[in-house]
């Protein structure tokens, strides 16, 4: 079953730690519970998401790497 995608950040080819930067800017603009897919190139960004939902609440519900990218998928953490 596919997960519904609220939002889309394209981070590839940025490095560490722009990614999460962005990511932190994007699912500011969510609402609680939303999906945001992130798509990276930067293999330090798998250890960067982990520690990042980790940290602020949000549910890292997908980490695959296909060819040379990996996809996160967050579900934003309800305030």
Same mark, same amino acid.
Request: charge should be neutral.
């Given at each position: 079953s596919a997960i519904a995608v609220d939002a889309e950040l394209d981070a590839a080819g940025l490095r560490c730690p722009l990614p999460?930067?962005?990511t932190r800017r994007a699912l500011a603009g969510l609402q609680g519970g939303q999906v945001l897919r992130v798509i990276t190139t930067d293999p330090d960004s798998v250890r960067d =998401?982990?520690? =990042?939902s980790q940290q602020l609440g949000h549910e890292l519900l997908e980490a695959r790497q296909e060819a040379d990218r990996f996809h996160f998928l967050l579900r934003k953490r309800a305030d």
């Open positions: 999460i930067l962005k =998401f982990e520690s =990042f």
